[in-house]
């Protein structure tokens, strides 16, 4: 699986430099860049980063606050263990902090730590206050190891009879992986895994552990499967009768009596048997191969499994005789899954027969129809797509697993599909899992959890500046967060954010006081669109905004612009009022349409559906479209008099000028500008992003953050 590139704050200072490079939307007569105004982004940017690096809370790793006179005397407190070899002193301070107990001023009471553990933890912790003294025990919540297997090796392969087939299968491609460190005696922590066969020598389970795992904290097993290829029954291979001598090349998949698949080539005849009516001296050589029709290596030597028929076959040729086959292939791949011999005749092959013949978890593309062979048509052959459908079970290595831990992705065998219904309250330990790359031969597989950390909920304080003169503004805004979360602002009345950055801000700490830039919204406008063929006025916009700001456009209802750096007015206090000029359009919202990245530059097509060989327009630019018509079941758009692009060439969109926060409780998948998932980047959490245009992307709403890069509008939030 691809590594998933994840795209945290300095992804808004990436993605508003990609997006500046890319904004052109050219009137169809002209080539005028619509611009997009970034002069804030960077430094705001910045300051943000700064914010997080220099930022030391802890509250991500702390208790809520525990008042003193709220604390049970013999109660036991949960924290996370710390990790690293420390002074007492040190230990203690920092147990304090994640303890979190406090009087009635909020602050924290002393205590005294006592009775350690073998690696170092105290186990009890007393606490005084006026007088009052009172004793917890601390629990520690260690992680619990888990199995990784690498090189794909969950699944293990052998040739019956092979030597140290127990021996690999229990030590080969698995390690122990645990998040638990060093003790604070110094002790480095040392993750193990144990391998054990079953009785069947069927599959392995592993349970791994380390220096914390004990009779209550136990380390999360992991099952291996393992494959055992035994000589396939070569029975319907003998006394075989084809039609033609060049049936002797057909594919044949035949079986063993543990169900694994094999696909069987001819070998060893002369050539000029072929001619004969009887090809002698034939050897059967079958090779192993997966449900996916891929050949099947042993992991105990490296080399492809195959047998050889230890009885050397004269094949009769009898251009009279039928003798039926069907096969099975894969739709994408097109290597042979399965074969279907029903045996000699003419009789009709059942729709149903052949159904039940498939390959496990196959369906056919197309219809499966009763079939009558007969000696000019005796083969078929079916292309198949292989469900895949996976259990997910969702394991904790923290604590009890979640009340909801199970889910099912449903697709194809090979697809890539994102993991959904992780449950509330909980976060992947890996990433990565995010995506999920279904495999027919594994219908269920554990993906591995946290509990959220328990974060304090965090006080904040905004302050509004007039970018303009330096002064406060307005009144401050306070209010609480979760550490991490992403907090949007709302300018004082009569104000403006200065720039898209300045629309919040990420909650690094407790008491975090935060200054956002706002400009005077007075300045006052008015616009009025004009028809240009008829000079009357057809509709009018006004309102006020920050002197020097952008606004977007939208034309009246059955008209489009003419120029399309109309679609951008910039708010000017010297200038209040403007004309616009529009034209009639069947095109009443998206009207401004772009080409593709990467896919090469936009053909131009005349009235009739000619291509004019002598005009393309640019990759991936923009243009106003005013009409739309069909040639021949295609639909166009018109860019100019007489010049249309097709619409299959293009997708619609509407510009924006804003800030999209990613939301949710994971990671954000980005899609590419057809809908196509990007299988290697996502966006973090709580994230903000600047965003110039929206578009219906395979019916879904989605917001464009990076030249060929989108998210959903489901997956986020406009600021």
Known sequence: MKKIKMIALTGILLSSTILGANTTVAQASSNKALSVDKSEIANNVIQVINELLNSSSTASNVNSQTK?????????????????????????????????????????????????????????????????????????????????????????NFKDGETGIKNTAENSDVKAISSNGTNALGVENNPVVKGVMSTDGKSVEFTPSDNYTNATITGISATRTVNTYKEPDWSK???????????????????????????????????????????NDVTYVATAIDGAGNTVISDATGDEITFTDPDVQNVAIDENAVNPIITFKDKTTKKVLGTYMPGTGTETITAANIQEAMPENSTVSGTVEDFTPSASDYTKTYHVTRSANTNINFVSVVGDNPTNSTTTLDGNDGDTVLLTGIPEGYELVNKEDMLQKLNASISSKNVYVKPKADSNVLNYTVTFRDKTTGKVVGTESQGTGNFGSYVGVTAPDGYALASVIDHGFILLKN???????VVAADTPYNISYVDQDTGEEVGTQA????????????????????????????????????????QKSDQTVDNIVSGYPHNGNIKIYDGNGKLN????????????????????????????????????????????????????TNVT????????????????????????RSATIRGKKMYRVATDEWIKASDSTLR
């Open 511 to 517: 008491d975090q006081e935060v200054t956002k830039y």
């Open 669 to 692: 998948p980005v899609y590419n500008s057809k809908g196509q998932l990007i299988i290697d980047r996502a966006l973090d959490v709580n994230t903000p992003w600047y965003t110039d």
């Open 543 to 582: 309102g006020k905004g920050a002197n020097e700001s952008k606004i977007v456009l939208k034309a009246p209802t059955g008209y489009a612009f003419v120029n399309a750096d109309d679609i951008n007015y910039t708010i000017d206090k010297d200038t209040p009022t403007a004309t616009v000029y529009v």
């Open 68 to 156: 003193f006179s709220d604390l049970e005397d013999g109660q036991t407190m949960s924290v996370a263990p710390i990790f690293g070899q420390k002074t007492d002193t040190q230990f203690d301070n920092v147990l304090q902090g994640e303890l979190n107990v406090v009087d009635g001023n909020e602050q924290l009471v002393s205590m005294v730590t006592s009775d350690k553990d073998s690696n170092g933890f105290p186990k009890t912790v007393k606490y005084t206050l006026d007088g009052v003294t009172k004793t917890i025990t601390v629990n520690y919540n260690f992680a619990r190891p888990i199995v990784s297997f690498t090189n794909n090796s969950q699944v293990m």
């Open 237 to 279: 291979l003998n006394n075989r009768t084809i039609t033609n001598a060049s049936d002797i090349k057909n594919p044949i998949v035949i079986k063993d009596s543990n169900g694994n698949s094999y696909l069987v080539k001819a070998t060893g005849y002369p050539d000029s048997d072929e001619t004969n009516s009887t090809i």
């Open 613 to 664: 060989d002598d005009v393309v327009l640019s990759e991936g630019s923009s243009w106003i479209i005013d009409k739309t018509i069909t040639i021949n079941g295609a639909e166009y758009y018109r860019v100019a008099t007489n010049q249309y692009v097709k619409a299959s060439d293009v997708y619609k969109y509407t510009p924006l000028q804003t800030v999209a926060v990613t939301n949710g």
